[in-house]
């Protein structure tokens, strides 16, 4: 543990306050302050985030990246039983299966917590509300949007809300979704998702019978007049790249100048990113490559489930089974899910997906147990 990460805590500082400030998710800060695990190639500029953060704030630490050493210990080492703030880990569960003798034991016939197959299953907060409502405005009007959320924050939901939305209303909207099938921001890791590339696809949706030009400058030149052409006949043109994060610098430079492309004043694509929070990392302000996408680039947040709306969100799924959260649980264990997915120090994991996974592993163990409703105890048995 850092000398950083104990002076918050003595001066009662979640850390989820300075995971916002340096625009990173909390678990990236929890590594960095806790098992001295940075962010690649950008130490020094979290650094230096962390320090205005304690000025700002008033948290007066000596040496505040140098380990905190307990008595016979070793700082390189992690040692969870003299660490007091071992349960600000992530408490993040594999993928979990409503076993039958589940399903019998509740009597539901599915898995309320599985995946949403339908727009009347998605639960909708104020914070999803903002952010599926951003990306329509988006669609509709043009601009620069950003979806960022954690893994199971529910950012594939709220990209197939808007597809379905866009279906059921007839708008007149091209979307337009490039595979990102092995994209990595570097040819080592995978494949890189070049400026070319979204070009061919833009092209493929609105003019899918022409073929197209071999050279980029033929071909940017092509894809410019088949815009004009779906424009005059009344469509607007919607481009969306999921697992932005993964997008090299320059394919992140070479969007502006694909919004660029317009008749006049009007913009004839509009651009949203779905990505993890890694993105803030390349859309960084101090970024100097990225200054021109930065200014216009809009971020919407996925936040984790509130506290205070987790029962209404156990509440919401449940309904689709059939059952009230009262048949299944007391309070009690409600709010010990609470207490395992969100730190001490701030950290919520009260994402869609981490609960549903909580949830189906205490109700197998409930089943298992011949328990008819889930509280406290049982939620301590989720390992």
């Not at 630490?61 to 600000?88: I, T």
């Not at 599915?110 to 405005?137: K, L």
């Not at 071909?219 to 919607?238: D, E, M, T, V, W």
Request: with cysteine.
């Amino acid at each position: 543990m850092l000398n950083v990460k104990k002076a918050l805590e003595q001066k009662g500082i979640k850390q989820i306050r300075l995971a916002k400030h340096c625009q990173l998710s909390p678990a990236t800060i929890t590594q960095a302050l806790k098992h001295n695990i940075w962010p690649k190639n950008s130490r020094a500029e979290l650094e230096g985030k962390i320090l205005s953060f304690l000025q700002m704030n008033n948290v007066a630490v000596n040496d505040p990246f140098a380990e905190v050493v307990p008595a016979g210990g070793n700082p390189l080492v992690p040692d969870h039983k003299n660490d007091q703030s071992w349960e600000d880990d992530d408490m993040l569960l594999r993928k979990q299966t409503l076993t039958p003798e589940a399903k019998r034991h509740f009597g539901v016939l599915s898995n309320p917590f599985g995946d949403i197959d339908n727009a009347e299953s998605m639960w909708i907060s104020p914070d999803i509300r903002y952010v599926r409502e951003s990306m329509m405005q988006t669609a509709k009007h043009g601009g620069f949007l950003a979806v960022i959320g954690e893994s199971g924050a529910g950012k594939t939901s709220v990209m197939l809300d808007l597809e379905n939305r866009i279906e059921q209303e007839k708008l007149p909207i091209i979307m337009v979704k490039p595979y990102v099938l092995a994209a990595e921001d570097n040819d080592k890791k995978g494949k890189t998702l070049k400026s070319t590339h979204i070009a061919e696809s833009l092209l493929r949706a609105v003019a899918p019978l022409e073929p197209v030009k071999t050279s980029p400058e033929a071909r940017f030149n092509q894809l410019h007049k088949a815009l004009k052409g779906s424009h005059n006949s009344g469509y607007r043109h919607c481009l969306v790249i999921e697992e932005a994060h993964s997008l090299p610098i320059p394919t992140l430079k070479h969007l502006k100048r694909i919004l660029e492309l317009q008749i006049g004043f009007t913009k004839l694509v509009s651009v949203i990113l779905i990505a993890q929070p890694e993105l803030l990392d390349k859309l960084s302000e101090r970024n100097p490559e990225v200054r021109e996408v930065v200014q216009r680039c809009e971020i919407a947040t996925l936040y984790p489930i509130a506290t205070d709306k987790l029962h209404e969100y156990l509440s919401f799924r449940l309904k689709t089974a059939g059952k009230k959260v009262d048949q299944l649980f007391d309070q009690s264990g409600i709010d010990a899910i609470t207490t395992r997915l969100v730190g001490r120090s701030g950290n919520s994991q009260l994402y869609p997906l981490a609960v549903g996974n909580f949830v189906v592993s205490a109700m197998n163990i409930a089943a298992r147990l011949g328990v008819d409703v889930i509280d406290a105890d049982i939620v301590k048995e989720v390992v």
